[in-house]
């Protein structure tokens, strides 16, 4: 299973499922992040966390952690 932790700067990628459960998830999907969402990697933070995309046309930053629980093609 590959997440969106795994994606490399610069990809485009496609939401596959959201894992996790309540809240979590939730809050991901509230942030546009939805099964068949196209997601542009802009840039990885140095240490990994966190992930600046690119979601339905805005810029979003996601922790590391939320990161894991999407799982991309």
Do not use: F, N, Q
């Not at 610069?10 to 939401?15: A, C, E, M, R, Y």
């Not at 997601?39 to 590391?64: C, F, N, Q, S, W």
């Amino acid at each position: 299973m590959k997440t969106l932790r795994d994606a490399a700067i610069g990809s485009d990628v496609k939401v596959v499922k959201l894992h996790g459960t309540g809240p979590v998830k939730r809050r991901i999907m509230d942030m546009g992040i939805t099964k068949g969402a196209d997601i542009h990697v802009r840039k990885v933070a140095p240490l990994g966390d966190p992930v600046e995309v690119t979601v339905r046309g805005y810029e979003l930053t996601v922790r590391k952690g939320d990161a894991d629980l999407i799982e991309i093609e």
